[in-house]
């Protein structure tokens, strides 16, 4: 029944979850007994548990007389409900939903007294003080809940690693790359360049030759010259 209204509750169907609470309160009359308050740390019972969430329930719809009526209820059944948390934090929300922000803001500091770390007063106790247009102790209020920055130190630069086969170097010039060719022929590691023989010169008489070949090629393809 409680899953149902949950549910009902995700989907926003308040009418429908209040029907269900309501049945589980009337079922859990065995808990509705008035009780001493458990010791901090504890729980409440399941029929206390069950009266706070209905008359949150009926605030959350905007029935302030049902709210009420629900959270008396549970006082009622609470000894020392001053000491409960939840009662005071119960009164507190409908100090808000009243517009009684300075009175729901003590009832939160209460809480806070009671419970240091419930983060619900907190964000509502400051929501009052901003209601009630108190903005230094809504900004008190909520400084220490907000968590330091926290500053780390930049790592050092990871060393690079050398490189596992070593590339080229730098372009070296014409003059120091022949500084550094070996002299003792192509034994070395860098052998010099073999040049080209020059061409031998011919006789005398096959160039004369050559040169009266072709001035007779010449004439041939001049014809016979005309006076």
Same mark, same amino acid.
Do not use: Y
């Given at each position: 029944m409680l899953t149902l209204a949950n549910v009902c509750c995700a989907t926003g169907d308040y009418p429908l979850a209040l029907v269900h609470l309501q049945q589980l309160v009337d079922a859990s009359g065995a808990d509705l007994v008035p009780a001493p308050l458990p010791p901090a740390g504890t729980p409440?019972?399941?029929?206390?548990?069950?009266?706070?969430?209905?008359?949150?329930?009926?605030l959350q719809v905007g029935n302030l007389d049902g709210a009420e009526d629900a959270f008396s209820r549970l006082e009622c059944l609470v000894m020392d409900a001053d000491d409960c948390?939840?009662?005071? =934090?119960?009164? @507190?929300?409908?100090?808000?939903?009243?517009?009684?922000f300075d009175v729901a803001a003590a009832e939160f500091e209460t809480v806070l007294q009671l419970e240091p770390g419930n983060a619900v007063a907190a964000n509502n106790r400051a929501v009052c003080h901003l209601y009630a247009c108190k903005l230094q102790d809504?900004?008190?209020c909520a400084a220490p809940r907000a968590a330091p920055p926290q500053l780390h130190a930049k790592p050092p630069p990871k060393p690079?690693?050398?490189p596992a086969f070593p590339g080229p170097g730098p372009p070296r010039r014409a003059a120091q790359v022949a500084r550094? =060719?070996?002299? @003792?022929?192509?034994?070395g590691a860098h052998a010099p360049v073999a040049r080209r023989k020059p061409r031998r010169a011919l006789p005398d008489d096959r160039r004369r030759h050559r040169v009266e070949a072709g001035a007779r090629e010449n004439r041939r393809r001049m014809g016979p010259r005309r006076l």
């Open positions: 409440l019972s399941a029929g206390w548990q069950l009266l706070s969430m209905l008359g949150r329930l009926q948390a939840v009662v005071r =934090l119960n009164r @507190g929300l409908l100090g808000v939903a009243q517009g009684a809504a900004i008190k690079s690693r050398p550094e =060719l070996p002299q @003792g022929g192509p034994q």
